[in-house]
């Protein structure tokens, strides 16, 4: 995985047109969505935003230099000077034009190269699970992403909800992932922090349990997954845990994401929920 990463950002340098991640990832030996999927997780951004900031710092030398803005754009993927301008502004924060008379402002983008440390101090403990097809039903909202602490938009949703609910819930859950859960979908390949992703607070069912009509519903398929054991303060132990397996599970280990859904269930919890004994569900494939 690491030396795929590498590859795509020499191609990022050697691509001045729009690039085709799913024709790389399929040279590379795995998918696009993995692959945006562990950039963003290792970069800190999206793929789409590294591409962005790389285009504009090499064409900060153009701009600086006395190119012809037309020139320039079309040389860097643009198909117009006001297109380039207004990518060039949002990088750099002034346009071209002001750039060329002062000499800046300049926002550089260095050319990632990622590299895997592997410290061994702090195994985790995994699981690989087969599972049928089952269903995810409960009460789903659009919240935007949020990496560190813990999400607002989330809280406010849980906190609407009647205490009956989570008790419906419990008594729905039949199968695995038991108990009341914490699901994440529809999750950008970019995975890029404050976009929106749906969150639904509720059970697993076996795929011929009837739904309740006022319930919503995500259909999952069967599939492996990764089940990662967290216990800490919570939601630090977990948020660690999750940007773990980007950084050392998966370029250590020969199975990738695949679509689908993120799921935490929480095993036990102290009353005031500041700690807890979680699993966190990663559904994969073979790399």
């Known amino acids: 995985m690491i030396a795929a990463l590498n590859r795509l950002t020499e191609l990022v340098e050697q691509e001045h047109g729009d690039l085709d991640v799913a024709r790389v990832a399929k040279s590379l030996g795995t998918t696009e969505y993995h ?3 562990m950039f963003s997780s290792l970069a800190g951004m999206p793929l789409s ?5 790389r285009r504009m710092t090499v064409a900060a030398a153009d701009v600086i230099r006395g190119d012809d803005l037309l020139s320039v754009a079309v040389r860097h993927g643009y198909g117009s000077a006001e297109a380039f301008g207004r990518a060039f502004r949002a990088v750099h924060g002034a346009s071209p034009g002001e750039v060329r008379r002062n000499g800046g402002p300049l926002r550089t983008q260095p050319q990632l190269r990622f590299r895997l440390t592997v410290e061994g101090s702090t195994p985790m403990d995994t699981r690989i699970v087969d599972r ?13 992403l949020i990496y560190s602490g813990v999400n607002p938009h989330i809280q406010q949703h849980i906190a609407g909800l009647p205490p009956e609910a989570h008790q419906r819930l419990k008594e729905l859950s039949d199968t695995e992932p038991a108990g009341l859960l914490q699901v994440t979908d529809d999750v950008s390949p970019d995975a890029e922090e404050g976009t929106e992703l749906t969150y639904l607070h509720g059970a697993a069912i076996s ?8 319930l919503d519903a995500v259909e999952v398929p069967a599939g492996r997954w990764a089940v990662f054991h967290t216990s800490g303060p919570y939601p630090e132990a977990l948020q660690t845990a999750w940007a773990a397996t980007a950084t050392d599970w998966f370029p250590s280990n020969p199975w990738r994401l695949r679509p689908g859904p993120s799921i935490v269930a929480i095993l036990d919890r102290a009353a005031d929920f500041s700690t807890a004994t979680c699993e966190l569900w990663m559904p994969v494939e073979p790399a």
Request: aromatic share 6%; proline share 10%; hydrophobic share 40%.
């Open 35 to 37: 692959l945006r999927r």
């Open 49 to 53: 935003e590294y591409v962005r900031r």
């Open 132 to 144: 049928p097809a089952f269903r995810l039903v409960g009460h789903a909202a659009r919240v935007p």
């Open 207 to 214: 795929e011929d349990t009837a739904v309740p009509g006022d």
